[in-house]
């Protein structure tokens, strides 16, 4: 029911769109460019979803989980070489000091 | 002939004069290659956990492949190797396996994936399909699923397919109650994510682990970038030592999410309290039958013995402790668990699986050749059956003639069978029977007898004390 409802509503938008269009440039007013791919832009339908293999949104969070654990891989790295860069500095000071 | 291997390129499994025997072609040879080669690996197989390897190389292989006939199967491969593989007794599926056995599966794959991250190598996918049984220790039977990683990737593909058939049926199996083989049947890739999101309510779809697990990626798999045909193409590499850090997260935040997920003894059935809450023996009694049996398990030596209607498993465990190898089934997924459970404890070579003898798993896949179904894998599989207090259930609640009974019993059983003949004066016979008993007048100790002797002889019987029950010990002679 609900995917009736909106198939039904992607057509109206899209008619309404149209003819949107169709006036402007019948009436030579075709100069707002961004109102005009803003209509188009929600105007298309969406991809047949049957095609689309349900096992990619699993693939796609991994990925993003993946550039996040990157990142704090990087991180770390930096810490570690920060950590042990005051250690060198800690142990020049030690031998300053004796 | 097997009938379930034709969808890697890389080889084909063939069953020919009871030999399991792995053609892998000239394109699997890399991946081969690096498996035999792989210490971590190897290491498995030397534990039985990966099942053994007898590699024919070239020359020894065109002679196997003639010796065997296997020609007309290989549909013009190029053959690399010819590779032996052991027998796994009895083979076993998802959907028949009790909610421990998926779990330990799924244990033992993920520790494949981790480990052999070591030596470079992955799996190429993860799937409940590459593990069969030994007992109720799992063995991973795919060889030709492992193969190099680049060092740099670090994404594990088959990660979707680890959730969708390990994890979620987990998931459903803790926090819905429900289990693996119901739904394994009919789904035989495991369920998606969106299948459990409609399961949950508004609420527990934003907590963990179902928001990481099922919600994000039903989110996800709505925008246009899943829609795109490169996602799933290798792309993005970075530096060896970021990969695998990248690597051992992802596996370590699923280990912890497994863990959470593993089966706990304490569950309850309709099935559960039999056993303890017992009425309709007194232990003497209940001692008859446990020496009743024993005798005969001493005394016949049977390898191999189907318990059918097992329940705790008591009588699945007396014959595992005198040598046998026991396929215990029953319709209730609970007892079958805590039997798992046991066998582990005691490792006792017990596979539980949840099979209605009267309404057995039937062959799926394509051409319904892929997973034969259960009475195939079982007809003349077992030296011995038990028929334990359960034909009477079959009789009444089934409603399946006692003669089709006799039959099928017969082609199960080698050689024996200990059967346990409830009569319908018997309480418990009454209660199934539920006003119903004129059906059953004409069952008496004579005719069952009578039926039993067209197929079987009967070695001895002995009647239990006080009770309308009497055990039977049977040599098949039909």
Known sequence: MKNILIIRINWMVKAMAWKQIANKICKHQLREPLIVSAIVFFATARDAHAYIDPGTGALIWQMLVAAFVGGLFFVRNISRRVMSWLDTLKGKSKEKGQ | ?478
């Not at chain 2, 007794?89 to 599966?105: C, D, I, N, T, V």
């Not at chain 2, 089934?329 to 596979?351: F, H, N, Q, T, Y």
């Not at chain 2, 009497?470 to 040599?475: A, D, I, Q």
């Open chain 2, 1 to 478: 002939m097997l009938r379930n291997s034709f969808r890697d390129p890389e080889g084909r499994l063939l069953v020919s004069n009871g030999k399991v025997l792995r053609v892998v072609t000239r394109q699997g040879m890399r991946s081969f290659q690096s498996f035999l080669a792989s210490p971590v690996a190897q290491s498995f197989v030397s534990d039985r956990r990966i099942v053994s390897t007898k590699v024919f190389g070239e020359p020894e292989a065109d002679e196997v492949i003639e010796k065997e006939a296997l020609r007309p199967f290989l549909n013009g491969m190029e053959v690399g190797a010819v590779v032996e593989h052991e027998r796994v007794p009895f083979q076993s599926y998802p959907h028949e396996w009790p909610a421990e056995l998926l779990f330990a599966a799924a244990d033992l794959t993920l520790e494949l994936a981790e480990r052999l991250l070591t030596d470079r190598l992955g799996l190429k996918d993860a799937t409940p399909f590459n593990v069969l049984f030994r007992g109720a220790e799992p063995v991973f039977i795919d060889v030709l699923s492992f193969e190099e990683r680049h060092a740099g990737d670090p994404i594990w593909l088959p990660y979707g397919q680890f959730v969708r058939t390990f994890i979620t049926p987990l998931l459903l199996h803790k926090y819905f109650g429900l289990f693996p083989n119901m739904f394994f049947l009919a789904r035989r890739e495991g369920l998606e994510p969106e299948d459990v999101y409609k399961l949950c309510g508004p609420v527990r779809r934003l907590l963990p682990p179902f928001l990481t697990l099922v919600s994000i990626p039903k989110w996800l798999g709505v925008t246009s970038y899943a829609a795109r045909t490169d996602t799933y193409v290798k792309k993005k590499f970075t530096e060896p030592e970021r990969a695998t850090y990248i690597l051992r997260y992802l596996f370590k935040r699923l280990r912890r999410l497994l863990m959470r997920l593993a089966p706990v003894a304490g569950q309850r059935s309709s099935w559960t309290g039999y056993m303890a809450d017992m009425t309709h023996y007194t232990t003497d009694q209940f001692a008859t039958k446990q020496s009743f049996v024993e005798c005969a398990l001493r005394e016949f030596q049977p390898r191999s013995v189907l318990d059918v209607g097992c329940n705790s498993g008591m009588f699945s465990m007396l014959a595992a402790k005198c040598g046998a190898r026991v396929v215990a089934i029953d319709s209730d997924p609970v007892v079958l668990g805590d039997l798992a459970r046991a066998a582990w404890k005691d490792r006792l070579d017990i596979l539980p699986l949840v099979v209605d003898l009267t309404r057995p798993t039937p062959a799926i896949g394509w051409q319904n050749a892929e997973c034969p179904g259960f009475l195939e894998r079982a007809r003349g599989a077992f030296d011995a059956v038990f028929m334990l207090a359960v034909v009477h259930h079959m009789l009444v609640s089934e409603r399946i003639p006692l003669e089709e009974i006799v039959d099928l019993t017969a082609d199960l059983a080698r050689d024996i069978v200990i059967l346990e003949f409830v009569a319908p004066q018997d309480e418990m016979f009454r209660r199934l029977a539920r006003g119903r008993e004129y059906l059953y007048d004409g069952l008496t100790v004579e005719s069952f007898e009578a039926a039993w002797r067209r197929r079987f002889e009967i070695v001895r019987s002995q009647h239990i004390e006080h009770t309308q029950r009497s055990l039977y010990l049977l040599r098949k002679t039909a």
